[in-house]
């Protein structure tokens, strides 16, 4: 879709990335940073808004909160600071850039996982946050802060509650209103903590250390998918009773106890909610096998045989629920969603969605700028580990390669990981092409091919998370951000061995 308002329509493209994706072809500028460094990029931007003198001023006036104390933040980051920072060669780059910004009313804001799945995440996303007020354009129709989320129903699981803080629609565990609420919708025999849950990361960590004797794993590959697999298996290892729910036989299950075979997505009924928190039914399409069942119905059968009395009869019982605890869900039904494309929130029957948030004014009133420093990741080169690592997804391969590398088309075209070497370094390293290299982090070590590209920057090396023979999670930090838990998956440092014969 950018791709073609770019080609068709001549919108103008900032592409910021420590690799040369495909979408830096259709750039107007590109910013090629190194990994770690988004909030100094961000507050570089800014910072040459406010000196231009950019800003939308009556926006910022009349609907935000906190510009003196960001302003004061952002007068050193000029675009010298920041370039050195960023590992940029030419600083005019980020003036262009926050120019065009500027002049793009409205402007839509797009990132990934590499902005959030770093130490610094919760302040990168601040930072997104300001530079849209700084400019206007949050509250306004394409305009925006749109993280595109790593799977199709992120966005739904976070919407009704699978968070370790929160009950569905964000409503705070830690409130005695919401405790109160939600054992009464739900009939709850034993008492509601009050108490937020852990993270995944730390649900490994706390059975590493005796504090947590079972994991039930639904849907998800931890083993492939958290950094610092070491850990991850050890802490499966020393769990007392481990269950996983899926539709293959994963590495996670491999570990466990009991697997449970659930549905298939086009096995499925029920509602995902996208991005853009457009709420969307799943028929059913494809039959499953006899001996799987349906995934909410094996969490009934579960939870009744612990003692609960649940009934449901089919996956529209469970939305009618949904819709009584849900405030921003509380107007959808399945016959408006068989006609309708309905956004949250939708308070009533007769309300028609809402295209985009804080279109007066912001849930909290004035939308709060952030005064944001930038900090270095958590663990930075030095002589013993010299080569920045960051990881991430093919286009060919989804995740943890569950079902991708199960199809037979898509596991020939990438039927392996690589680590991505810039030819410089491949140089300095006497690597060729498709060579045999050994990649070591403080975590690990793996065996993988060289691929020599111009897309990763001079002394970063890019490694995809799909492929468990050549595992990239083996060698990442689980250092955390820490208010919102996320693992820095995006950057660590590696050094790059040539395998003698």
Not at 253 to 262: F, N, W
């Amino acid at each position: 879709m950018i791709k073609r308002e770019v080609i068709n329509r001549g919108k103008k493209l900032v592409v910021v990335d420590p690799r040369k994706i495909e979408l830096a072809k259709y750039a107007d500028v590109f910013l090629q940073i190194k990994p770690g460094t988004n909030v100094a990029i961000l507050n570089g931007l800014m910072h040459v808004i406010l000196k231009e003198n950019l800003l939308d001023a009556e926006y910022v006036k009349n609907r935000c909160e906190g510009f003196e104390e960001l302003s004061k933040v952002l007068e050193k980051y000029n675009p010298e600071y920041v370039a050195k920072i960023c590992g940029l060669d030419d600083p005019s780059k980020i003036v262009e850039a926050a120019r065009l910004l500027a002049a793009a009313k409205p402007m839509a804001l797009y990132y990934c996982m590499g902005i959030t799945q770093f130490k610094s995440g919760v302040n990168g996303v601040k930072s997104c946050a300001n530079l849209q007020m700084l400019l206007g354009n949050l509250g306004v129709a394409g305009g925006g802060v749109n993280p595109l989320r790593g799977q199709s129903n992120v966005q739904g699981a976070c919407d009704m509650g699978a968070l370790n803080a929160v009950y569905p629609a964000y409503q705070p565990v830690a409130n005695e209103d919401n405790k109160k609420k939600f054992a009464q919708a739900w009939n709850a025999t034993a008492e509601l903590s009050l108490k937020p849950g852990l993270t995944i990361v730390e649900s490994l960590n706390a059975a590493v250390h005796g504090d947590l004797k079972g994991l039930y794993v639904f849907g998800e590959n931890p083993v492939m998918s958290d950094p610092n697999q070491h850990h991850v298996i050890e802490a499966l290892e020393k769990l007392d009773f481990v269950v996983v729910q899926d539709i293959v036989m994963t590495e996670t299950a491999q570990y466990a106890d009991v697997v449970l075979p659930g549905y298939a997505f086009l096995e499925k009924e029920g509602s995902v909610s996208n991005t853009e928190r457009r709420v969307q039914l799943m028929h059913r399409v494809v039959k499953a096998h006899e001996n799987c069942r349906e995934d909410w119905w094996i969490l009934m059968q579960i939870a009744n045989r612990m003692g609960a009395s649940w009934n449901y009869n089919c996956a529209e019982e469970i939305f009618e629920e949904v819709r009584k605890v849900t405030p921003s869900y509380a107007g959808i039904t399945y016959a408006r969603l068989e006609k309708e494309l309905i956004q949250w929130p939708c308070p009533t029957v007769d309300h028609p969605g809402t295209q985009f948030l804080h279109k007066d004014k912001f849930s909290r009133g004035l939308g709060l700028l952030s005064a944001i420093e930038f900090t270095p990741p958590a663990e930075d080169v030095d002589p013993e580990y010299p080569v920045i690592l960051t990881t991430g997804r093919l286009l060919e391969h989804f995740h943890t390669g569950t079902m991708t590398r199960n199809s037979r088309i898509l596991n020939e075209i990438v039927a392996e990981g690589y680590v991505e070497i810039n030819p410089n370094d491949a140089s300095n390293f006497n690597i060729a092409d498709g060579e045999t290299v050994s990649v070591s982090t403080r975590r690990g070590s793996i065996r993988i091919k060289a691929k020599i590209s111009d897309r990763p920057k001079d002394n970063v090396v890019f490694i995809p998370f799909h492929f468990c023979e050549a595992a990239a999670n083996k060698l990442t930090i689980d250092a955390l951000d820490p208010t919102c838990k996320i693992p820095e998956y995006k950057v660590c440092a590696c050094k790059i061995e040539k395998i003698n014969a």
